[in-house]
């Protein structure tokens, strides 16, 4: 890069807005040319005001700190100097630089004016794999040096090495590749289009081959694809504890480990199917992995089940090492949806578009990227903002509509690699959800394989009735009909028309006047369903999402039904239309040309999705199907928006069975949690097992708890049912805040509503009670699962806080986690709609419907929830639990029998808090 200078700016603040009264407390810059750094400088400022509590808490910066610091007015025409004629540089600029020359105005200085480069918009472009954007992150990521995040002179110099290492990666990218980058960039926030533009000037300087690994086809740059060729190297016979040992480092014997490897291959040698549980630190996945090699060894396939990514992850990083100490000798693919995967000829076309959107220009320049470094086109790979996403739903891949064989990419289409690669693969790893639908569809896709093993099994049931189910909602309607409307050339009509005219063939065209009808009935048909679902709901204070089951008609619901009927019909007619056209240009022999076909294979995919929606509605509103139970849901605040109706089946047991447990492919089914009170009597009966061949068996987990966990129930609590949700939000946000003090944070809070969890936080927030701690909340805090709890374990005092949904697959080792906090035991609401259906069918089969239905669920839920507190041998914690029914109700026992045996402490919180600062 020519001899530009940078100024790599960072400072620390009191808050978020100079405007409010916010001022800096820490400035810090640091000054690049030719992509190295010629100086330094920071200082500390003083504000002239307090800094918060959460501000020295997560910079370290005290009072003491900026006592003696000059005011900014004193260091302001040296800060002026260093950034004249400068590119200005600063991870997320959009903060950094108005903060700044707010600051500069009340100096009485010009505020700086030239150029801007964000790190953050930089770094998304070009490390679109990173699981998060913060610096620390991308610095670890990196292996940057960076001692002191959130300290301006260590957060500047770390950018500044970011900048650098960002600024290589280009160097080191494919010419064309960078032109790409620099052509969307033009239409980022900050001004990257300049920093593409130096590096091209430079690049073309230093033009160099491309890399062997690399290919350019139809203008854009690839990593080549190659199918992993298996070693001839015989497999050697494994004897178990000796290939465990050389394995894990530090190998000790775990017997319960050996008994479920030796019962899955009995379970597989018998033709019979196996039902284990196994407690955390049995060793699960070399459980899983050590009989499928073995199988394997005898020219068995494997397929291998799961339902979370990090459990996959976990799964695809044994069975490599596996493979090292096997010579390479054993090959395991991972398997996922079709639409996981990107649609090279749509991708190749998008690029063509003009299309200014942020979010779109971000992902395609985040896609240019990834190409140059994927082997799987898997969009899990890649970190896309909300936004983004809606254009990965136009370039995912949907099949093809056309013969495959007119799509240019075809022999380098990443969905069909993948298949080749499972086809040639001795263990296929894959998830509940592809499998399930997989099965249902009956598509014949997936590879073959003789043995299954079905790891977390215990979401077996609730994941095949998600995709088994029927969901149809007034956003997804509405953005179908946006897909074919469009607008100007965007749609996907108009691109139809284009290709229509431009061969002169002759065919029905769309006119707006069917669009707007089909808006207006898809608007009237949400509207009605809207108002019988404000009618007949039964309203909970405090709670503003709210289900409905659909049972007995009234007599308002043929007001829907007519509507809906409506929308049927005008989604039959722009069907037909699509249809002819689509019919029309495929019976014409006119070759199309690439971007021609792209716009074919979009309309396709619109066709079939619109075949769907009208089949959806059918099932929905015209046909009846005693097995299915229907809801209506939404959030009352934002209708017809949130509306969403879903059609279940009630009983999924045969369906189950057939599809995952056939008898003449004999399958495993693991978890941590699948009995209740040492029965496996619910899994049993809702897979469909009752009556086989099974081997059963639990492994309990070899960790100490009655030692390292402390079990305790504040007795000064409420009774949940004697008082309101806003009263017990109440009630339990003191609570928190006392026991958060106690524990110096570390805390995970577990509720079983989001409501109340966003309900608990806002009051929190508002109240101030717990201002010194910093409080990361899921559906409120920004990122995944994975991303807050990473977010919670950089920070001495935090609290994190969670729902059912939360709790699966988190792993927080150690002392990051002391303290955990079920507000009220997991049972689903008993007004929830499948909970209501199923036990209205318990009832009516004289069976007893709490112990049959909501029990089981709730003591597995209590089970996993307890399962986050203890992830290795040497941890230790509280597990508190706010629901004096664990001890009153008779169903209590059910809970406490569930977990490891341990005394249960009923006192007040004082006591409760005294003893938690002891033992801790």
Known sequence: MRSEKIAVVDIETTGNSYRRGDRIIQFAV?????????????????????????????????????????????????????????????????????????????????????????????????????????????????????????????????????????????????????????????????DLDLFFELCIEEKKKNLTDLPDE????????????????????????????????????????????????????????????????????????????????????????????????????????????????????????????????????????????????????????????????????????????????????????????LDKNQDPWAERDFYSYSLKKAEQADIVITNHAMLAVDKLKDTGTFPRYDHLMIDEAHHLEETCRNQWGIRLDYMKIKFAISRLTGSQEDGISEKLHSILNKHKISCDYFHPESWDRLNQETDASFYQLGLYFKNHVKRQKGFQKQKLLL???????????????????????CLKTLLKQLEAIGKKKTKLTVHEKAAVEDAGALFQEWERLIEIIRTLFIRKHDQYVNWIEGDLRSIPGSLTIVANELDLKDKIQHAFFD??????????????????????????????????????????????????????????????????????????????????????????????????????????????????????????????????????KAVLFGTSSFWEGLDIPGEDLSCLVMVRLPFSPPDEPLVKAQWERAKSENRNPFQEVSLPKAVLRFRQGFGRLIRHENDRGIFMVFDRRLLSASYGKAFTDSIPEMKVEEKSLDECIFDIEEWL
């Open 30 to 190: 640091v000054l690049i040319e030719n992509m190295s750094v010629t100086e330094t400088y920071s200082s500390f400022v003083n504000p002239v005001q307090p800094i918060p509590p959460f501000i020295t808490e997560l910079t370290g910066i005290t009072e003491q700190d900026v006592a003696d610091a000059p005011d900014f007015k004193m260091i302001a025409p040296r800060i002026q100097e260093m950034l004249k004629g400068a590119v200005f540089v600063a991870h997320n600029v959009q903060f950094d630089l108005p903060f700044l020359n707010g600051a500069l105005r009340n100096a009485d200085l010009n505020e700086f004016s030239g150029p801007a480069w964000d790190t953050v918009e930089l770094s998304r472009a070009l490390m679109p794999e990173a699981a998060s954007f913060k610096l620390g992150d991308l610095t670890e990521n990196l292996l940057l040096e960076h001692d002191r995040p959130h300290q301006a002179d260590s957060d500047a110099l770390a950018t500044a090495e970011l900048l650098i290492s960002l600024h290589n990666k280009v160097m080191n990218m494919p010419l064309l590749t960078v032109e790409q980058l620099a052509g969307q960039s033009a239409f980022l926030k900050s």
């Open 214 to 401: 690399l290919e350019v086809f139809r203008g854009i740059a690839i990593r080549k694809k190659q199918l992993v060729q298996k070693s001839h190297f015989k497999k050697p016979e494994i004897e178990i504890e000796n290939f465990i040992s050389e394995l894990v480092p530090g190998y000790q014997k775990r017997e319960a480990q050996l008994q479920m490897i030796t019962d899955i291959l009995t379970a597989f040698q018998t033709q019979s199917h196996a039902v284990i549980e196994a407690g955390t630190g049995v060793g699960k996945t070399l459980g899983l992995l050590i009989p499928a090699v073995i199988k394997v060894n005898e020219g068995k396939k494997i397929c291998i089940t799961t339902q979370t990514l990090q459990q996959q992850d976990q799964l695809l990083e044994t069975a490599g090492k596996i493979n090292a100490l096997l010579h390479n000798s054993l090959a395991t693919a991972v398997l996922k949806g079709r639409s996981n995967y990107i649609h090279m000829m749509k991708f190749e076309q998008s690029l063509k578009e003009n299309d200014r959107q942020y979010d779109t220009v971000l992902a395609k320049m985040q896609l240019l990227t990834w190409l140059t470094e994927t082997e799987t086109g898997d969009i899990d790979e890649l970190n896309l903002s909300g936004g983004s996403l809606l254009y990965w739903n136009r370039i995912r891949h949907s099949g093809w509509y």
């Open 551 to 573: 049972q007995g008609d009234h007599s308002d619901w043929k007001y829907v039904k007519y509507s809906f009927e409506r929308l049927l019909n005008e989604l039959k007619n």
């Open 663 to 796: 008898d003449s492919l004999p399958a495993v089914a693991v978890s941590a949690t699948l009995a209740v009170n040492d029965s496996f009597d619910h899994f049993i009966q809702s897979s469909g097992l009752a009556g086989k061949k099974l081997i059963i068996n639990k492994y309990e987990s070899p960790f100490d708890y009655r030692n390292h966990v402390r079990l305790m129930v504040p007795n000064d609590l409420p009774d949940i049912k004697s008082v309101t949700p806003e009263e017990y939000v109440e009630w339990i946000t003191g609570h928190l805040a006392v026991i958060a003090e106690a524990t110096s944070g570390r805390m995970l809070v577990l509720f079983t509503s989001h409501e109340m969890l966003r309900n608990t936080y806002e009051l929190i927030k508002e109240s101030q009670q717990m201002e010194d701690f910093v409080l990361i909340a899921q559906g409120i805090s920004a990122g995944s699962r994975t991303k807050l709890s990473k977010n919670f374990r950089k920070f001495d």
